[in-house]
């Protein structure tokens, strides 16, 4: 699968908070996507009791949505995978806070890496459990169930796919192929769940 995210700038239009500008460009995003595939729109974007987007109309369309520095990333699949996608600014102090989202083996692994390097990848790791999150939704809503399994990291390519990432629930072992890029001013980070039945 070779599907990447649209990325879109939110614009705020007057009268609009940033959060009804971000709602706005996520529903802009997804009937267009619906309109150059000749599926029905305007479709709403509506959102499960966990808070997870869909569309009511076509359940066959999954999408995943994030937002972070005025920028909005949308992940949509029509081949009945699940979407996860998550976008992170760069310079967020997610340093700070790993103890949530980064085991024990991993803090090893980032060792072998220099200090610039040790803040992108906690970056990476963040936005690659933050989109399995949006697929999976561990009832807990941790992060930490989520580890990385398989990983090589060549910092000194901007992009790549070679991170595996695993969900344990229930006795069952769940895999995710993690795709990642570093751009600028942001790290962007997604994958797809190939099996719906979860």
Known sequence: MNHEPML????????ESPRESER???????????RRRG?????LIEHTSTGKPFLGQTPNIHISISHSNRILALLCTM????????????????????HKYVNEAELRWLHNYSEQKQEDLLHLIWCAKE??????????????????????????????????LEYEWQSRVYTLRMHW??????????????NTIV
């Open 79 to 98: 081949d009945g995978s699940l979407p996860g996608v998550d976008i992170e600014r760069k310079g967020r102090a997610v340093h700070k806070i790993k």
């Open 131 to 164: 989109a399995a999150f949006k697929i999976f939704s561990p009832p807990d809503a941790s992060l930490l169930h989520f580890t990385l399994a398989e990983w090589q990291a060549d910092m000194d390519t901007q992009s790549g796919s070679d991170w595996l």
């Open 24 to 34: 706005r460009t996520a529903q802009e995003a997804v009937n267009d996507f619906l």
């Open 8 to 15: 879109l700038p939110i614009v705020t239009l007057a009268a």
């Open 181 to 194: 890029q570093i751009e600028p001013a942001y790290y962007l980070v997604w994958a797809f769940y190939e």
């Open 39 to 43: 599926m029905p729109f305007p479709q």
